[in-house]
């Protein structure tokens, strides 16, 4: 054997060796990575916020694989709180569950309250706590999807793996800098986020017909941080006093004079009372509401299609648009006005009556303090204010107070008043809140598909509306004084969505606004117990009107006093005649959003900076826009 086959031998096995030798420290290395407890916490640190983001959608029952740049945004929020609870705590451990907590309690809010009402969460639904656990029974049949099975089964994962997490930083000049960089870059990023645009480079949708699809298309946490944003209101784009001004001196006011009369004056929102029939053929088992059906408009009966801003929920927003003349639309998305907004004196129908010798009367047949009406009812200048706790007489249907009682009290309020005395009574009822499932209620009224139990007691319940409706105007048809009577419902049930769904897909375009918005108009009815003589005939044939516009199309029917604020949307309603916080529609029947660049606009513009200055330039408000002219 020559020298050179000797050292290939040699060569060969060293080679060998060197390599199994490298790899033995590899093997060494990796156990001794994955046994490190510095390693896996940092490891778990980093890809838990990617976990999270997939537990929060699975719950909500979403797509995980959204658009790359939303999957983003919801990385960049889940970040920035986890970044934030690290430098608090100095504690992977920590920081990760209380993390995952919050969000998971976050996401089993939203995943409920999109249930029981059909709309998601809002920053501002944490004031309205109070009103969800007066309800709370009725989440009892929330139902159990295999995505909140899964998203439970994760978050239980995430916390049981962080709490087996032994490593804890200690403190040293790089931590410290670390814990510095980071929460100055987390509060950089929030302050950009909610002081300049920079939420337009993510693009997030924005459906306001129908909430829950952007919640869905956008991720859970983009889409709630992106309605905080809203907390903020900025005056409308060219928005001055002096043009609010220009706008009032071009008001064009119709005095009313045909009449001496001078009606009491009864409004009652009823409670998720709605004709289902708009959507179309309900296949029932017999017509629910037989007495709304039987009235038509004559001299003495106007009613119509009311559009109105939410579904499932929110009554006070329709209180709101009601009462004051102003529209959601104007409004950031989703917020509640009687939560955020009405912090003083606020003139609204209510003092607009007072003003010409009204007494006035709030009923509500729950608890005052929901959405702060006991704050908010004064700040409007009700006289009196009665609610669950002081209305006489109540009886339940369900867990509520029913219609028929609540009405009786209306009665007995005309029953004793002065003869001198001109009544405006404002009713707010309850019987026919969600949800619809207590067993010891049977119902009577029933749809042809089985598996829409809710829905057949919610028809039932709402009949009951309808006799109580009927009973009410009994009695005023032979009471001595004129009156009037304004019922309307507040918003459609949220009840079984399949059921919606099953009508509303037998259209031709099932998402078209078109179809949409019809999940957002109840009925109203005008009825008076004495010939209106009305001459107008825009104000005798109304097919659709909007909530903004009721409270002056009301008192133009009563012949009373209108403001200049009245005036100018009853002008605005021959062009306009439905503004809701969804869009507007247009005198020829279409449909728009409300940012749309077209013929509206400046029309719109003019609108939008009406109500800003009423709303919220308190400095610079215009008063006698809003109040009867002396």
Request: proline share 4%; with cysteine; glycine share 4%.
């Amino acid at each position: 054997m020559n020298s050179i086959e000797k050292t290939n031998q040699l060569i060969v096995p060293n080679t060998k060796i060197k390599f199994i030798a490298k790899f033995k420290k590899l093997i060494i290395f990796l156990k001794n990575l994955v046994t490190n407890k510095k390693f896996i916490s940092i490891i778990f640190f980093a890809i838990y916020p990617i976990l999270s983001y997939i537990m929060i959608e699975t719950i909500q029952g979403s797509n995980i694989l959204l658009d790359i740049k939303y999957i983003v945004l919801n990385l960049l929020f889940i970040y920035s709180l986890l970044l934030l609870l690290y430098a608090l705590t100095n504690s992977y451990k920590k920081s990760i569950i209380i993390s995952n907590i919050v969000l998971y309690i976050l996401s089993i809010a939203n995943y409920v309250v999109t249930s029981f009402r059909g709309t998601p969460i809002v920053p501002w639904d944490i004031l309205c706590i109070g009103v969800a656990l007066n309800v709370s029974s009725s989440f009892k049949n929330i139902p159990i999807t295999s995505g909140l099975i899964l998203g439970t089964s994760l978050f239980t994962l995430i916390t049981s793996l962080a709490f087996r997490l032994k490593y804890e930083s200690k403190k040293s000049y790089k931590k410290l800098a670390f814990k510095l960089i980071s929460s100055l870059m987390v509060t950089a990023f929030i302050i950009c986020f909610y002081t300049t645009n920079m939420i337009n480079a993510f693009c997030l949708s924005e459906d306001l017909w129908e909430p829950s699809k952007e919640y869905h298309s956008n991720g859970f946490i983009a889409s709630l941080f992106k309605n905080s944003k809203s907390l903020f209101v900025s005056s409308p784009e060219s928005y001055s006093p002096d043009k609010v001004q220009k706008i009032y001196n071009e008001i064009q006011t119709s005095p009313n004079t045909s009449s001496n009369i001078k009606p009491n004056i009864v409004v009652i929102i009823d409670e998720s009372f709605a004709d289902l029939n708009i959507l179309g053929d309900l296949n029932l088992s017999e017509d629910y509401l037989p007495f709304l059906h039987s009235l038509s408009n004559s001299n003495r009966v106007i009613k119509g299609n009311l559009h109105v801003s939410v579904y499932g929920g929110q009554t006070p927003n329709t209180e709101w648009e009601f009462l004051t003349g102003n529209t959601m639309a104007f409004m950031p998305p989703r917020t509640v006005p009687f939560q955020q907004y009405i912090y003083s004196s606020t003139q609204s129908l209510v003092s607009t009556l007072e003003a010409q010798g009204y007494k006035s009367s709030a009923f509500h047949s729950y608890y005052k303090t929901g959405y702060r009406r006991n704050y908010v009812y004064n700040f409007f200048g009700f006289d009196s204010f009665l609610d669950i706790d002081t209305l006489s007489n109540l009886n339940y249907l369900r867990n509520y107070p029913d219609d028929r009682s609540t009405f009786k009290n209306i009665i007995d309020l005309f029953e004793n008043k002065s003869p001198d005395d001109k009544l405006f009574s404002y009713t707010l009822t309850m019987q026919n809140h969600s949800g619809y499932d207590y067993s010891d209620y049977t119902a009577k009224i029933t749809q042809s598909n089985p598996d829409y139990a809710l829905t057949d007691q919610y028809l039932s319940v709402a009949h009951e509306s309808d006799t109580a409706l009927k009973e009410l105007l009994d009695y005023f048809e032979n009471y001595k004084e004129p009156t009037i009577v304004l019922f309307f419902g507040d918003h459609q049930p949220n009840t079984n969505s399949e059921f919606f769904d099953d009508i509303l897909n037998s259209n031709e375009d099932p998402d078209s606004k078109e179809v949409q918005e019809k999940k957002y108009i109840t009925p109203f009815v005008i009825w008076a117990n004495y010939d209106l003589n009305i001459k107008d005939d825009s104000l005798k044939n109304i097919d659709d009107i909007s909530l903004n516009y009721l409270s002056g199309v009301l008192l133009k029917i009563a012949n009373l006093k209108t403001t200049p604020y009245m005036d100018y949307l009853e002008n605005l309603r021959k062009t306009i005649p439905v503004i809701t916080g969804n869009g507007y529609i247009s005198n020829d029947n279409k449909y728009y959003n409300i940012d749309d660049d077209n013929s509206y606009k400046n029309i719109l513009d003019d609108y939008s900076f009406l109500q800003y200055n009423n709303v919220f330039d308190k400095s610079n408000k215009i008063n006698e826009i809003f109040e009867i002219k002396k």
